[in-house]
């Protein structure tokens, strides 16, 4: 039995406020496209646009290069949007992001760089999450290539652009979705690191030049071994 994608209202901002895309001074996003028929330069510049949008800047590396979908591109054989599938569900990318976050953290980061927008809200991200732990990876790449927005928006040969931008609003710390330094998920975090022991008993402050080894104290060990040797 197919799993439904649960229902949640959409929300957005407030129309009384500019968007982001009429801010004074802010810069709009180049668009790379196969519609007007690039050179070769023009061509190694929309795929690494398609890197960047995906893998963000700090994940680029040549080992993580696809290049058997790039050579596919370059001669026609497929689309932007094909590219940028195969690019959610390389190796890479799976090993890079989602191994280490949760569903949540996964479909907010995959929303913001597939769809150009930071999630509408909880229910939407829990909505995707039940849908990738139910039907799986794939099945949720293909749903938001396949939805209207996508394809509204870029289709089938534009490269994912944040379609709010916020360029103008560095100097408050934030950043485009694509050169946000790639985070662990909180929940992942304490699995990364050496397991620690709490101490219940009263915390006092400990100088080791004032105290005395006492019997039993590894010093003593380490001092017998000093002397013999």
Not at 94 to 105: G, M
Not at 148 to 162: A, I, K
């Amino acid at each position: 039995m197919s799993i439904p994608i649960l229902k949640y209202s959409l929300s957005t901002q407030n129309q009384r406020v500019n968007g982001f895309e009429t801010y004074p001074g802010d810069e709009q996003p180049k668009i790379y496209t196969t519609d007007d028929l690039p050179t070769s330069t023009g061509m190694d510049e929309i795929i690494w646009a398609a890197y960047r949008q995906i893998f963000s800047e700090h994940q680029i590396l040549k080992s993580n290069g696809e290049y058997f979908l790039e050579s596919q591109l370059r001669f026609n054989q497929i689309k932007v949007r094909d590219l940028i599938k195969g690019l959610l569900l390389s190796d890479a990318f799976r090993t890079l992001n989602y191994d280490f976050n949760n569903n949540y953290r996964f479909v907010e980061m995959c929303v913001q760089r597939v769809l150009g927008r930071d999630v509408y809200n909880e229910r939407e991200k829990y909505a995707f999450a039940v849908i990738i732990g139910a039907k799986g990876l794939e099945v949720f790449v293909d749903m938001l290539l396949n939805s209207e927005e996508y394809l509204e928006n870029f289709g089938d040969s534009t490269v994912p652009y944040q379609r709010r931008r916020i360029i103008a609003q560095r100097s408050k710390g934030e950043v485009p979705f694509n050169l946000k330094t790639p985070r662990t998920s909180q929940a992942f975090i304490s699995k990364a690191t050496m397991p620690q022991l709490n101490w219940a008993g009263p915390v006092r402050q400990f100088r080791p030049q004032e105290q005395s080894p006492k019997a039993g104290d590894p010093a003593l060990f380490l001092s017998m071994v000093n002397e013999v040797s």
